[in-house]
């Protein structure tokens, strides 16, 4: 069967873990089988095993991010060895766009890149709904190494030149699946719901902005009320045709982050509320799905698709639509 080869920065580990989730049900079917330096083990030469995958292994994902780059050990040898083979018709390299970064210059930017249109992982309003595109393209690869028959043979690896003493136990074969539990505090929540506040504050600031330039007649105005509370104008030759205000929560009416029609300081009512969440593995945001009528009440939002939700339902009106 196919295997796949991450190359990555630890930075991303957590992203990482998340995608190889994902790609348990190709695991399990035996389409693909997988490899990562997690995978090394003790006494085992770190850069020949590594050397061993690179230049064997059938599909290649860069996990690109700002740290990738920055890297000199994924960058300059796991990338530039990673495309020399893609180049040779030995490998298919698949890069997936974790975090924003100025990918596009590098080698591998001429390549079709994952998720859709390149767009980062962490920027997707539905987390899960990014990393299964990537799952199905490395379907499609490895589906189509199956018909093609182009796949490089397998290679039984040499035992590695122990660095340690000889009586370190030697590498065998053990499960990528070792990633663990993670537990968040209501500390670690309450951070993420401020942070995530202050991300749709400039979001819409600078949407407001930008609307403007894109649409002649039109003016965004955005108001910072205090440190819990901002109010979004739309003006059309002059006239008011919506206003949104988002605020922080408190004890009184819910701890989430709220939109609510119009511009009002009470903190009683609400269109549209966003709550923290969280699984094992990552921090994320919910709605209540009031104003879709719960149509995206089941998706992990991030912050920036948290931001989309309520920036769609203040320009509904003036795009025909009804959120």
């Not at 001429?110 to 992982?121: E, M, S, Y």
């Not at 205090?226 to 819910?254: C, H, P, Q, S």
């Not at 879709?292 to 003036?318: C, H, N, T, V, Y």
């Amino acid at each position: 069967m196919p295997s796949v080869f991450f190359s990555y920065s630890h930075i991303d580990e957590a992203l990482r873990d998340q995608l190889e989730k994902q790609l348990s049900m190709l695991k399990r079917q035996g389409v693909i089988e997988t490899w990562h330096d997690r995978r090394i083990g003790a006494g085992e030469d770190i850069h020949r095993a590594i050397d061993d995958h690179i230049n064997t292994d059938d599909i290649i994902l860069l996990l690109v991010s700002a740290d990738f780059i920055a890297s000199d050990y994924c960058y300059d040898i796991e990338m530039q060895r990673a495309m020399e083979r893609h180049d040779k018709g030995e490998a298919i390299v698949i890069p997936v766009i974790l975090r924003a970064c100025d990918w596009h210059h590098a080698p591998f930017g001429k390549l079709n890149a994952v998720p859709r249109d390149g767009k980062p992982i962490t920027q997707w309003p539905d987390i899960d709904e990014a990393f299964l595109q990537i799952a199905k393209a490395v379907r499609e690869a490895a589906e189509r190494l199956d018909r093609t028959g182009s796949a490089p043979p397998a290679r039984i690896l040499a035992p590695a030149t122990p660095a340690v003493s000889s009586s370190a136990k030697p590498f065998g074969p053990r499960s990528s699946n070792l990633g663990l539990a993670k537990s968040f505090t209501q500390r670690d929540k309450d951070e993420f719901k401020h942070d995530t506040f202050e991300y749709i504050a400039r979001f819409f600031e600078n949407s407001l902005e930008e609307l403007g330039k894109r649409n002649p007649g039109f003016e965004g105005i955005f108001r910072r009320v205090d440190a819990n509370r901002f109010f979004a104008t739309i003006y059309r030759d002059g006239k008011d045709v919506a206003r949104g205000t988002v605020y922080l929560g408190g004890e009184t009416w819910g701890r989430g982050i709220h939109y609510v029609q119009g511009e009002t300081t009470s903190s009683n009512s609400s269109n549209e509320s966003l709550n923290v969440g969280a699984d094992d593995q990552m921090l994320f945001l919910t709605s209540m799905g009031i104003a879709s009528f719960g149509r995206d009440r089941d998706q992990k939002l991030s912050q920036e698709g948290a931001a989309e939700l309520l920036w769609a339902i203040l320009i509904a009106p003036l795009q025909g639509t009804r959120y």
